[in-house]
C-alpha cells in the first residue's frame, strides 16, 4: 500500500499543516480525525489496514488531514474566536487541501468522511459546500456542538450567533430554504452512523429527520452498542467508504 507524508506552511492557519495519504488513485476521500486526535490516528488505530483491500486495488486514495480543534472549539479563545478559528480551517480544507488533491489525482468525485468530531467536520463542510462533494459519510459524530449533554458540554458556553448557526448542521438543515443549496444536497450521497447507546444518537436522529422533512434521501444507520471506538469504526469504514 502506497504511503505518503506531507507538510507545509498553511497560510489560512498561520502555521504549518500535516498529512498522510494513503494510496495512488480511486476515489479521494478526506479523513477527518476524531477530537484531540492527530492526521496518523487513523493509521494507528487500524482504521485504515481496514479497508487496504480497496486502497489497493485504486478505489479509495485517502487523505488523512490534522485538526486544530485544539485551537477552536476546545480552545480557551473567546467563543466568538472559538468559530472565526474554525472557520480558518475550513478555509484551508477548501483553499488547500482541495486545491492539493486536485493536482495529483484526477477523478472528478470527491468522498469527505470522518468519526466523532471528524465526523461534525465531515458532514458540516460537505453540508455547506455540497458542490464540492459528492460523498459524505458521519461516524459516531454530533451536528450542534451547541448543546449540553452528559460528559459533553456546549463548547460556547451559552454564546451563539449567526456564525455559529450556520456551522452547526442540525440548526442550519432543519430551516434550509435555498433551493439552489438544497438542489446540490439531494445529488450528495450522504451516510449517518451512530450507536444505540452512543450519546449522539437522539442528535442524529434530529439531522436525518431534518434531511428527510427537505426531501433529501439519505442513508441513517444505528449500531448497536455505544458503537464510539476504533474497533467500530474499522468495521464501519469497510461498509460506508
Known amino acids: 500500500m502506497e504511503r505518503a507524508y506531507h507538510k507545509w506552511f498553511s497560510p489560512m492557519l498561520g502555521k504549518e499543516m500535516e498529512m498522510l495519504v494513503f494510496g495512488g488513485r480511486g476515489v479521494p476521500v478526506i479523513f477527518f480525525p476524531t477530537r484531540g486526535a492527530r492526521f496518523y490516528d487513523?493509521?494507528?488505530?487500524?482504521?485504515?489496514?481496514?479497508?487496504?483491500?480497496k486502497i489497493e486495488a485504486g478505489e479509495l486514495h485517502i487523505f488523512?488531514?490534522?485538526?486544530?480543534?485544539?485551537?477552536?472549539?476546545?480552545?480557551?479563545?473567546?467563543?466568538?474566536?472559538?468559530?472565526?478559528?474554525?472557520l480558518d480551517y475550513e478555509n484551508y480544507i477548501l483553499k488547500e487541501v482541495i486545491p492539493f488533491i486536485r493536482k495529483i489525482n484526477p477523478e472528478k468525485k470527491l468522498i469527505s468522511a470522518g468519526c466523532s468530531l471528524g465526523g461534525y467536520h465531515a458532514v458540516n463542510i460537505a453540508f455547506r459546500h455540497p458542490s464540492l462533494f459528492t460523498k459524505v459519510v458521519g461516524m459516531s459524530a454530533r451536528y450542534d456542538l451547541t448543546v449540553s449533554l452528559p460528559f459533553f458540554k456546549d463548547l460556547f458556553d451559552g454564546y451563539?450567533?449567526?456564525?455559529?448557526?450556520?456551522?452547526?448542521?442540525?440548526?442550519?438543515?432543519?430551516?434550509?430554504?435555498?433551493?439552489?443549496?438544497?438542489?446540490?444536497?439531494?445529488?450528495?450521497?450522504?451516510?449517518?452512523?451512530?450507536?444505540?447507546?452512543?450519546?449522539?444518537?437522539?442528535?442524529?436522529?434530529?439531522?436525518?429527520?431534518?434531511?428527510?422533512?427537505?426531501?433529501?434521501?439519505?442513508?441513517?444507520?444505528?449500531?448497536?452498542?455505544?458503537?464510539?471506538?476504533?474497533?467500530?469504526?474499522?468495521?464501519?469504514?469497510?461498509?460506508?467508504?
Not at 42 to 53: G, L, T, Y
Not at 199 to 221: G, Q, R
Open 42 to 53: 487513523f493509521e494507528n488505530w487500524k482504521v485504515i489496514e481496514a479497508i487496504r483491500p
Open 64 to 86: 488523512c488531514v490534522d485538526s486544530i480543534d485544539n485551537e477552536s472549539f476546545y480552545s480557551d479563545a473567546s467563543p466568538e474566536d472559538r468559530i472565526l478559528r474554525h
Open 160 to 241: 451563539f450567533s449567526e456564525t455559529i448557526y450556520y456551522n452547526m448542521p442540525t440548526r442550519f438543515i432543519s430551516m434550509l430554504s435555498d433551493k439552489r443549496i438544497l438542489r446540490k444536497l439531494k445529488k450528495l450521497e450522504i451516510i449517518l452512523v451512530i450507536g444505540q447507546e452512543d450519546s449522539f444518537l437522539e442528535n442524529n436522529k434530529e439531522l436525518s429527520s431534518a434531511l428527510t422533512n427537505l426531501k433529501v434521501t439519505h442513508d441513517f444507520f444505528i449500531w448497536n452498542e455505544e458503537a464510539h471506538r476504533p474497533r467500530y469504526w474499522r468495521e464501519m469504514v469497510k461498509l460506508y467508504l
